[in-house]
């Protein structure tokens, strides 16, 4: 178990692997709170399963861009520490199941080998930043926006204060105004532009999809290339510090801005300004590594089924703006490949392309930079690996996420109606596998892993009960989602529920319906113009459960009686705040902030300290279970209960004290100063919890 140590490069990465070792034996010990654990391991990719014992690991892939190399690593870690089963998320990563806890440090040293990360895949931090899969080759696109995507990764990685927000933040880049990276459903979303030759991105703020899903507002319509990080510091300050951390329902970046308003967070933006390390963060894009192409005799081929190379040319092949290349899609069912085919198609990219592949938000594969000539070998590889079936990106390509297959949120299965409806549409409406303009989404529950809302035709898992209180797997049909481009869209409307097997006769009516009066309007339009009780009206026949039969209780891709069954959700990384647990938390920040410190790392030491100080007022709040909704409230309330009534001495109140975070800028003397402040916080917080308990 300790070999991994010698065979990593980074100092960094190793002392997080070795940590990560050291606080499962604490776990397994008794020695860590269960909840403080989920915590931890979040952060660090590690998901529990709907199934017990064994854990889902999150490979976070920033913008979806793997390489053969990183590709074959992933195979390996996947044959011997999972099931060699790979699953394609709708955030570019790649996830892995049914992981033995134990065993994740080792993993997660093997994936180092080539770069590859787990940190912050999972748990209240950046998530993942996505973008664009045409990213680098789109032809409408103003510049590439790779190196500014990974630049954004690379900055906020381990960054003190991305790691313990509220929940979780999300941020996408698009590389033309199609906004492909989708930045309206972001909590930041960048759409690149040129002005006057000069790069930069319109910026929209506060996105959201789940139960309760927001159109992004702008924040801006043009900001420079180096004023993007400066910003994203800023935006995530402010959401640390006045975000809900209690009621998960209320605690994501869409909330806040609901509350307060554009203008409101634009104020505490502003007061953030000071505090922020850099001003201007230039992002030199020509160090970004240059794409090098194979170079190879183009075998000879014979395709022995003309029509079926010219469906799948009709809808695979994607332009590219080099000339003389194209990136060619593989449409991938459900998102889940295995590794034997994973292998094969690195070997593929190494020896006849550039050596890479991207991993799209419809949980696709786009291989870029293929030669026009080699298409014809490229097919007919791709055909025997089974990867050449046509209709990428198009309606006949159903995203949905896990469901109820491993997902403790699961209430009814989207992989076995996805399957079903796929099924469908290539038997009844061959027609849809040419087209791009019906958009079908499944997610398993309402918070749209499976992105159901933002769809053309959409369906979320439910549960219905009879009037005998029986109850049955269902659907929520949505209808009217559609993506307009440069930040605008629509979010689809809630028209029906329905029991799941009625599912492929919800399809067909709408299917029909379009066909027969569409008028050759988009989806979008044609649902605008007939408007939601229109489809209500056909569809309502559905809804009706006083008629189920057995068959309605099984839900799809099973064989026994449905029963919902929802775990603990931990995608938002649910804390229960113990006073201990708190006040050993201010201690770890102090030694991080001191370790800072002795690394020159003014702004990450404050930021340490500042959480620490938070965390100790914390302790005392919960104790007397007072409200700790946001840190701001916290810094308030603790004045209130504790330095007004003269209970503990600060002399300009604690609030003066602990906000000098954004009245100060990011020096070496400053850190120093706050650090011994948050030393003093603790030891007089804490002395005054052991009066307390002592006198109890």
């Not at 979040?42 to 399963?49: D, N, T, V």
């Amino acid at each position: 178990m300790q070999s991994f140590r010698t065979e990593i490069e980074n100092p960094i990465v190793e002392k997080d692997i070795i940590e990560l070792e050291r606080k499962i034996h604490q776990f397994k010990g008794g020695n860590i709170d269960e909840e403080k654990f989920r915590s931890l391991r979040l952060a660090r990719g590690i998901y529990g399963q709907r199934q017990p014992g064994v854990q889902m690991i999150r490979i976070k892939l920033p913008y979806g861009k793997v390489t053969s190399h990183q590709l074959l690593r992933i195979a390996d870690v996947s044959d011997e520490y999972s099931r060699g089963r790979l699953h394609i998320t709708t955030r570019q990563d790649i996830q892995i199941h049914y992981v033995d806890l134990e065993r994740t440090p080792e993993l997660w040293a093997q994936l180092e080998k080539d770069k590859v990360t787990i940190r912050e895949a999972c748990g209240n931090t950046v998530r993942n930043v996505t973008a664009s899969e045409t990213a680098g080759i789109d032809v409408d696109e103003p510049f590439d926006v790779s190196p500014y995507a990974h630049a954004v990764f690379e900055y906020f990685l381990r960054n003190p204060i991305g790691q313990e927000m509220g929940r979780k933040f999300k941020v996408s880049f698009s590389a033309s105004d199609a906004d492909t990276g989708l930045s309206y459903m972001h909590d930041l979303g960048f759409i690149a532009k040129e002005k006057k030759g000069e790069r930069g991105f319109k910026v929209m703020l506060g996105g959201g999809l789940g139960s309760q899903p927001r159109h992004a507002d702008k924040l801006y319509d043009f900001l420079p290339t180096d004023k993007i990080i400066p910003l994203m510091e800023g935006v995530i300050r402010v959401f640390d510090r006045y975000g809900e951390r209690k009621s998960r329902a209320k605690a994501r970046m869409k909330f806040l801005l609901k509350d307060i308003g554009l203008e409101g967070f634009k104020k505490l933006l502003e007061e953030e300004q000071l505090a922020i390390p850099h001003k201007t963060y230039p992002i030199s894009f020509e160090a970004y590594p240059k794409v090098k192409v194979a170079e190879v005799e183009t075998p000879k081929v014979v395709i022995d089924d003309q029509v079926a190379f010219e469906q799948w040319k009709s809808t695979n092949l994607v332009p590219q703006k080099q000339e003389g290349y194209v990136a060619i899609g593989i449409k991938v069912l459900l998102g889940d490949f295995y590794t034997d085919k994973a292998r094969e198609l690195a070997k593929l990219v190494q020896d006849y392309a550039a050596g890479e592949i991207r991993l799209s938000l419809r949980q696709n594969i786009l291989i870029p930079y293929v030669k026009k000539e080699l298409v014809p070998f490229f097919y007919q590889k791709l055909r025997k690996m089974g990867f050449a079936e046509a209709g990428y990106n198009k309606a006949l390509d159903i995203t949905a996420c896990p469901g109820t297959d491993t997902c403790n949120l699961g209430i009814a299965s989207s992989t076995g109606i996805a399957d079903e409806l796929e099924r469908l549409i290539k038997a009844e409406y061959p027609q849809y596998i040419n087209n791009p303009d019906v958009v079908i989404k499944i997610s398993g529950c309402m918070n749209a892993c499976g992105q159901h809302n933002m769809a053309h035709i959409g369906f979320q898992g439910m549960s219905i009960r009879t009037k005998d209180k029986l109850v049955a797997p269902a659907l929520q049909v949505l209808l009217g989602g559609g993506n307009y481009g440069d930040g605008r869209a629509r979010f689809a409307d809630k028209v029906a529920k329905i029991p799941s097997k009625r599912g492929p006769q919800a399809l067909r009516l709408i299917l029909d319906d379009f066909e027969a009066n569409g008028k050759g309007l988009s989806f979008t339009d044609y649902y605008e113009e007939k408007g939601q009780h229109y489809f209500y009206d056909f569809l309502k026949p559905l809804t009706n459960v006083d008629n189920l039969t057995q068959e309605d209780f099984i839900d799809w891709g099973n064989e026994e009686k449905y029963k919902k069954e929802i775990g603990i959700g931990e995608c938002a990384g649910v804390i229960v705040d113990l006073v201990a647990t708190l006040f050993f938390d201010s201690k770890e920040k102090i030694e991080n902030a001191e370790e800072a410190i002795g690394e020159g790392k003014w702004a990450a030491s404050i930021y340490y300290a500042y959480q620490s100080m938070v965390n100790s007022a914390k302790a005392l709040l919960t104790a007397e279970k007072v409200k700790t909704n946001t840190h701001a409230s916290i810094i308030k309330d603790f004045d209130r209960l504790y330095v007004e009534t003269g209970k503990i001495a600060f002399e300009d109140g604690f609030a003066n004290l602990v906000l000098q975070l954004n009245k100060n800028e990011p020096s070496e003397a400053f850190a120093k100063k706050y650090l011994e402040d948050a030393k003093t916080v603790l030891d007089r917080l804490e002395t005054f919890r052991k009066l307390e308990l002592e006198h109890a």
